[in-house]
């Protein structure tokens, strides 16, 4: 029997656990050309509020009844495929679920990093790290010596977003939610400064820790932190923005204090990046991503929930803070 | 006698007339290095109303008391420097007045299209050509077939914009306000289209003119025009943040629609352009425009004023949408 988290009802802000249902099914049978995965990891991330919304998407809604949709770690049981063979590990889009039979399309990479975890493979040597490499580096643009301030400083992202910085001689601050996110950020991935978004005052703060200004903002979150933070920017700064989190929901779409003018005086560039547009760059981003973890220079923290039954509240979790790392979940 | 318009008031919003006096002084004297400028034409530009706003600035604001700054073009009529003889015709910072006498480097350029009028050094071949020719190109980046869609499409960046855009192959689509200017877009400056934005129905107006969504935005107005265009972006796109001449004023600063989601989900670039960072760029742009001017292939609209007299009323006048392409202040 194949276990698989499908998607009940539709939120309209973060999914909680009884928008999702745990069925169960046959074994699926790979047919002509695919290839048969049994899943070690599951990934959880914040984007997939965004799969899951039916507004202000980059793609197609997951549907009702359908596989929550998820990147995954596994190793092939099964092969239908003449370049995949039994025993390999490959990454892919093969769901929430125990068994996946899916097209060759649906792998991402095959995992060729076999001396460092397989959950790596979600996190800093997946999409996580390559996104925090391939849109610092593309969008943010940093020079040594900048002030690149990151939010969800602490996260899968933006842990690495920080540590790329100082390795490519930036000055990396974070914006992290409470004292152990912040010290976290210090002491284990290196920003010169850290601070607690949830403190008063967060604009002094911003001051104290970026007394030249803000040459990348890397924005994670959007909100209030953005509106603090766009005043402070440099002139000819850059702001990456790869993700929403502090914005419950975009229906009705939610106002906020208007960056044109921020952009125009300062001569500053705001781009979205998703990682999905990126894939030529994706297995050289990985090879420079995995030396920087084998020298030691790039760490990284998981948070690894146990089994299939831990999906359906998995998600809220992350939106709640409750993990201090890339969140998967593991299964037996 | 040298007559001068000063500041006299702050304005919370535009400068109206009564925010400026005209004051009589004597005909200055250039000191050493410096020349003495007899202005023939004074510029009205809707950035002038950031030149005097206390907040939201990029660069310090007209003292109360002070010349109004703008740009003029005029005749050398005595010079203590080396690179400038008397008789020379050069644009520059000379402000809304008579006579100025300047160092060097109040002037942008010496004007040597002599077949032209010498009104166009402050138009088309002026801030206002350079601006859009080097913003629409080095922001905007239009590929043939891109639809462009521009604010204050009439307007003398404008205007300069939307036939640019057609030249290197892409679609031009104006907005404007009032059924004149709309028929001069077409008309008079090639576009494919144009739109009322004091039309009922404006997002309809856009979609119906630009049926593939919009490739470039170059934007001049900020507000609901802007907050219309953001959700039609395609993916990729780029919007050039050139002004923001729908805000009648940043304190208290206004609050719209969030635009981060957008960027995101259309992995849309938005980049302000300010031309003062562009000196090494200018002297080849202004030769380029110039001889689109020469091959019929950009055209320009002035709207001159006569006698120094006009100045106090022109920016606010302006503001009111009365002009019909750029305005100047023609001296006796």
Request: glycine share 10%.
């Amino acid at each position: 029997m194949n276990r698989q988290v499908v998607l009940v009802s539709r939120p309209t802000g973060v999914a909680q656990a009884d928008n999702f249902a745990i069925r169960e099914s046959n074994d699926p049978v790979p047919g002509d050309g695919q290839i048969l995965v049994h899943n070690r990891f599951l990934s959880v991330e914040p984007a997939m509020r965004g799969w899951i919304a039916d507004v202000g998407n980059y793609t197609a809604p997951v549907g009702i009844g359908e596989v929550m949709r998820s990147l995954a770690v596994g190793r092939i049981v099964a092969s239908r495929h003449p370049n995949y063979a039994v025993g390999e590990h490959v990454a892919g889009w093969f769901g929430w679920q125990e068994f996946a039979a899916v097209d060759s399309d649906a792998i991402v990479r095959r995992v060729t990093e076999t001396d460092l975890p397989l959950s790596l493979a979600l996190g800093v040597l997946g999409i996580n790290g390559v996104t925090a490499h391939l849109a610092l580096t593309l969008i943010g643009e940093p020079k040594p010596g900048d002030t690149v301030l990151v939010s969800t400083a602490a996260g899968s992202v933006g842990s690495a977003v920080g540590q790329i910085a100082t390795i490519l001689g930036a000055r990396a601050v974070g914006i992290a939610g409470g004292a152990d996110k912040v010290r976290q950020c210090v002491e284990d991935f290196g920003y010169a400064a850290a601070i607690d978004y949830k403190a008063p005052e967060l604009g002094h703060a911003i001051d104290a820790a970026c007394p030249n200004g803000v040459d990348v903002y890397f924005d994670n979150t959007a909100g209030v932190i953005s509106d603090t933070v766009y005043p402070r920017l440099t002139i000819g700064a850059r702001v990456v923005i790869c993700g929403t989190a502090s914005i419950p929901a975009w229906d009705p779409w939610p106002t906020g204090p208007r960056i044109e003018r921020h952009l125009l005086v300062k001569r500053a560039r705001a781009q979205g990046f998703v990682i999905f547009d990126h894939n030529d760059r994706y297995d050289a981003s990985v090879a420079q991503l995995a030396a920087w973890v084998r020298e030691g220079r790039l760490r990284y923290a998981e948070d690894v929930l146990d089994g299939i039954e831990a999906c359906p509240d998995a998600l809220a979790g992350l939106y709640r803070g409750e993990n201090r790392g890339k969140r998967v979940i593991e299964l037996r």
